[in-house]
Each structure stands twice: as C-alpha cells, then as structure tokens.
C-alpha cells in the first residue's frame, strides 16, 4: 500500500490532508514533514522556522527544553543504574 506522501511525492502536488499528523502548510516540502525530510535531510533552527512559521528564537527555545528534558532524564537514568 502506498502511503500519501509517497503519492504526492510521486505526482508532485502539495498534500491537502490537514488532518495527517506528518502535514505542515509549507508548499515547498509538498506539505508533507516526511517530503522534507527525505528532501532537505536535517535542518537548521531557522529553516524549521520558516516552515512552521515562528520565530528562530521560539524554535531555539524548543531545543533548549528538549535537550533540557533529555539531559534531566539521562541523570535520572544514570542514578537507577548506580544502584
């Protein structure tokens, strides 16, 4: 079964699907989180904002909790096995 970004990719026509949790209203990637990233591979701070239309700061904000999160996790992680 072929999924619908493989379809839009293939005819090349922007995907309509709002509700798809890969969707975001940027034309250039077809629509499609999954285009972009097969297209662009990584991006940058500011080239993830630009496609979902905040601000570089709001996205480096993001990061900073994500990596936040991570790092809090890590610890926790590291003080389970030291027991």
């Known amino acids: 079964m ?8 293939r005819d090349n026509v922007p995907c309509n699907n709002f509700e798809c ?9 077809l629509n499609c989180t999954l285009v972009c990233a097969r297209k662009n591979g990584p991006l940058t701070l500011e080239e ?3 496609r ?3 601000s570089y700061v709001r996205i ?8 936040a ?5 890590w610890n926790q992680l590291e003080e389970e096995m030291a027991f």
């Open 52 to 54: 979902l239309g905040v």
């Open 69 to 73: 999160k991570m790092k809090q996790s």
């Open 48 to 50: 993830t904002a630009k």
């Open 2 to 9: 072929i999924s619908c970004d493989e379809i839009c990719e």
């Open 60 to 67: 480096k904000q993001l990061e900073d909790r994500a990596l």
């Open 21 to 29: 949790d890969q969707f975001i209203n940027y034309e250039d990637d």
